[in-house]
T-cell receptor
Framework: KAGVTQTPRYLIKTRGQQVTLSCSPI?????VSWYQQTPGQGLQFLFE???????NKGNFPGRFSGRQFSNSRSEMNVSTLELGDSALYLC?????????????FGPGTRLLVL | QKEVEQDPGPLSVPEGAIVSLNCTYS??????FMWYRQYSRKGPELLMY????GNKEDGRFTAQVDKSSKYISLFIRDSQPSDSATYLC?????????????FGKGTKLSVKP
């Protein structure tokens, strides 16, 4: 079974631009969560989607948004980019059906804002 | 006080050593505890998943949870150079598949041949 995939893997943007990142979950997984990872703050939760609905949201400004499609694929968008948005953005998928219920991460998208 | 505290290291050990990695937490509502391993420039990989207090063993890895002390540990026996990575503890209130995971900042481990 293929793992979580994220595109693009690397991205360079300038301040003020916007960016869209994509995540395809493990087949059969309906929950997708997004995290931001920086050296200073570590891994921080952005939001979680389940069946196309945002189920949980972290403490990030409204410039960070996301959505989930009917096939469980998810996108996150960051508008008006700031230098501090440079980070590794990680997507995780999960399935609350039996077994060990936990989140499996993709390789991440590394975003550099200049 | 941060919800989850983890010594960032770095921790350097010789091959074959027993490694002990630890996290403390402040929120007594946490019930699900995980350890992830993250290699450089890769996403976190799930190593261990535990619920409630006690020990769980998987090969060379043992996860230990002490909810009364709000303390979790990961032990690695017979450490190998391939174990060199950053180890992240994570926890949450609900099932691990739901809601947000709260992570420690990670401990960077180096196993020298």
């Amino acid at each position: 079974k293929a793992g979580v995939t994220q595109t693009p893997r690397y991205l360079i943007k300038t301040r003020g631009q916007q960016v869209t990142l994509s995540c395809s979950p493990i087949s059969g997984h309906r929950s997708v969560s997004w995290y931001q990872q920086t050296p200073g703050q570590g891994l921080q939760f952005l939001f979680e989607y389940f069946s196309e609905t945002q189920r949980n949201k972290g403490n990030f400004p409204g410039r960070f948004s996301g959505r989930q499609f009917s096939n469980s694929r998810s996108e996150m968008n960051v508008s008006t980019l700031e230098l501090g948005d440079s980070a590794l953005y990680l997507c995780a998928s999960s399935s609350p059906q039996g077994g060990e219920e936990t989140q499996y991460f993709g390789p991440g998208t590394r975003l550099l804002v200049l | 006080q941060k919800e989850v505290e983890q010594d960032p290291g770095p921790l350097s050990v010789p091959e074959g050593a027993i490694v002990s990695l630890n996290c403390t937490y402040s929120n007594s509502a946490f019930q699900y505890f995980m350890w992830y391993r993250q290699y450089s420039r890769k996403g976190p990989e799930l190593l261990m998943y535990t619920y409630s207090s006690g020990n769980k063993e998987d090969g060379r890895f043992t996860a230990q949870v002490d909810k009364s002390s709000k303390y979790i540990s990961l032990f690695i026996r017979d450490s190998q150079p391939s174990d060199s990575a950053t180890y992240l503890c994570a926890m949450n209130h609900y099932g691990g598949s739901q809601g947000n995971l709260i992570f420690g900042k990670g401990t960077k481990l180096s196993v020298k041949p």
